[in-house]
């Protein structure tokens, strides 16, 4: 449509300025013809008849030469308006074809916004779905997940429970048992070269511990720290720094007071036979009861006692 209006303004264009030439023409050659037959009634009073006639037609031959130019400026004029206004209906082809790439274009382009629009709503759409489904998502999750953290919270106490009564029993098994104990009353002769038994204070020179540790399988190999405990008739703690008494703690928290720390290595599931140590005390030992306690661990493990008169 665009193509046709073009053209046709550009025919109008030409045909109108062709036929202002073609007026202009045509009143230069009525505007000739006009004088010349002015000047040829002017000569029909002063001249004779030949004369005016071949002014006449000398004025005819150069209104005839003058047209003549006129008209060949005009064709040429017309000429070259004529290429001006094929060149101008070839730009217009060529911008119209142009405008008509354009506007497929531009009814591509609105095709393509209406689709973008179209799945623009949708995504949108799918998002706050998205969104909601993520919300009520992160909501049951965060339910689920304070459920496993109290049921984590649970488990460890148990597991820390279970882990302190394990420890004690791991504790309890571990702690060893003496058996086949043994307080002696020894007499030395001979600068100590001979040892005798006695049960009477006044000839002891020295106290001995004889026992056995049973078999344990839950303790594990390595040397074990046994405290033996030594009192008097009268229930005092034997002591002395040259024995190596001290203090440790008991199975109640308490601190235990000892007279002598002895130790044994211990194989695992086997028994430790005849340890021995002795106490000297610095005293003369008196009549009645000593007594001797054993503890490993904080737990006493077996005890004994020897009377002497």
């Known amino acids: ?5 073009g053209t046709g303004i550009a025919n109008n264009t030409v045909a109108t300025k062709m036929g202002s030439h073609l007026a202009l023409r045509n009143f230069i050659y009525a505007g000739i013809l006009a004088g010349a037959l002015a000047g040829t009634a002017s000569c029909k009073n002063d001249k004779p008849a030949e004369k005016q006639e071949q002014s006449k037609s000398d004025s005819l031959a150069k209104v005839n030469d003058t047209l003549q130019a006129q008209n060949n400026a005009a064709h040429a004029q017309i000429d070259e308006y004529m290429s001006k206004a094929s060149k101008l209906e070839d730009l217009i082809k060529e911008k119209d074809v142009q405008i008509a790439k354009l506007t497929r274009d531009k009814e591509e382009l609105l095709r393509n ?7 623009l709503k949708a995504n949108k759409k799918l998002i706050s779905s998205l969104r909601d489904e993520l919300a009520d998502t992160t909501r049951s999750y965060a339910d689920r997940l304070g459920l496993l953290e109290n049921d984590k919270n649970n488990l460890v106490r148990q597991r820390d429970s279970l882990m302190s009564k394990y420890n004690q029993v791991v504790a309890l098994g571990s702690v060893l048992h003496a058996s086949n ?7 030395l002769k001979r600068n100590g070269k001979k040892e005798k038994d006695t049960k009477r204070a006044r000839k002891a020179d020295l106290l001995r511990v004889d026992f056995d540790i049973d078999e344990n399988r839950i303790a594990e190999n390595g040397m074990k720290k046994l405290y033996l405990v030594i009192k008097d008739p009268s229930g005092n703690l034997l002591t002395s720094p040259n024995a190596g008494s001290g203090t440790t703690t008991g199975s109640n928290g ?8 002895k130790e044994v290595a211990l194989v695992t599931n086997q028994p430790v036979k005849d340890v021995s140590t002795d106490w000297k005390d610095e005293r003369d030992f008196e009549r009645g009861t000593y007594t001797i306690d054993i503890y490993n661990g904080g737990f006493r493990i077996g005890g004994s006692k020897v009377e002497l008169k």
């Open 1 to 5: 449509m665009n193509k046709t209006i």
């Open 113 to 119: 916004n209406k689709k973008l629009v179209s799945e």
């Open 181 to 187: 104990i043994r307080l002696t009353a020894i007499n």
């Open 254 to 261: 308490k601190t235990l007071n000892y007279s002598i720390m």
